[in-house]
């Protein structure tokens, strides 16, 4: 054989060879992905900082909703999701997970929202006859539904709006049933608010002081401080991401 067909033959082989490992390459960063978790009142915020964080990194974001127990019973039997998106204290206390690390996102804000047809003209009066049904997330397993709680309690409105309560299991849930009409009123978080207000009557908040402080994280589950995570965390910690959180209120 002559050289110079030899050295042709080397020059096809070894441009096979970088096609071949070139094409692995971007197999693997396309496999690459994060399982995160949240909850199901912040869903909104959460898929369009995936969404913004995938185009960017070109790493999937594989998302799990719902109340915060749960949210951290997937975690835990999942041993999967590497950061959870939720209410600081609870995470903190939370025995199933062990979390590693924590990053601010805002403050929670309490809203009373109204379905169409309906007024307030201030919180306390969501107590007045003309709301017969008003929806809350449950109270053992959303903050919101705490907060709700709380509020009612230390407003001294519990007693007259106790049998008018409707539980639901999140804070979408009680969305729905404004948007539906099936409640006059419900309590949900302002980003959820924000989500639907052309859905609804409208809705006011709740005033800071009334209830515990919530304070939203994303954080990081001990054990899953992989690169693509480490990606994502950073991504949280941009302009465009602090933009998206300060959209939806927080």
């Known amino acids: 054989?002559?050289?110079?067909?030899?050295?042709?033959?080397?020059?096809?082989?070894?441009g096979l060879l970088v096609s071949v490992l070139a094409g692995f390459a971007t197999l693997s960063?396309?496999?690459?992905?994060?399982?995160v978790a949240g909850g199901a009142g912040y869903k909104?915020?959460?898929?369009?900082?995936?969404n913004g964080f995938e185009?960017?990194?070109?790493?999937?974001?594989?998302?799990?909703y719902g109340h915060m127990g749960q949210v951290l019973q997937q975690t835990r039997a999942s041993g999967k999701v590497?950061?959870?998106?939720g209410e600081q204290d609870v995470l903190e206390k939370a025995e199933q997970v062990s979390f590693a690390k924590y990053l601010p996102l805002g403050e929670g804000r309490l809203v009373v929202a109204w379905s169409k047809g309906k007024t307030l003209k201030a919180p306390?009066?969501?107590a007045g006859e003309g709301f017969p049904r008003i929806a809350v997330a449950d109270?053992?397993?959303?903050?919101?539904?705490?907060?709700?709680?709380?509020?009612?309690?230390?407003?001294?409105?519990?007693?007259?709006?106790?049998?008018?309560?409707?539980?639901?299991?999140?804070?979408?849930?009680?969305?729905?049933?404004?948007?539906?009409g099936e409640v006059d009123a419900g309590f949900i978080n302002l980003t959820e608010a924000l989500s639907i207000r052309d859905k609804i009557g409208g809705y006011l908040e709740i005033p800071a002081g009334s209830y515990t402080p919530i304070h939203i994280t994303a954080a990081l589950v001990a054990g899953q401080d992989t690169a693509p995570v480490r990606a994502l965390v950073d991504y949280l910690q941009t302009p465009a991401a602090h933009e998206i959180l300060k959209r939806y209120g927080l």
């Open 55 to 64: 185009a960017a990194s070109k790493i999937k974001v594989e998302r799990i």
């Open 82 to 85: 590497a950061v959870v998106f």
């Open 124 to 126: 306390a009066d969501v």
């Open 44 to 50: 909104r915020p959460i898929d369009e900082m995936a």
């Open 29 to 35: 960063v396309a496999q690459e992905s994060v399982l």
């Open 1 to 14: 054989m002559r050289a110079e067909n030899k050295s042709l033959i080397r020059t096809c082989l070894r």
């Open 139 to 180: 109270v053992k397993q959303a903050i919101f539904g705490k907060a709700a709680i709380e509020y009612l309690q230390r407003a001294g409105l519990f007693p007259a709006v106790e049998k008018r309560l409707l539980t639901v299991s999140t804070v979408p849930q009680v969305s729905a049933y404004l948007i539906s």
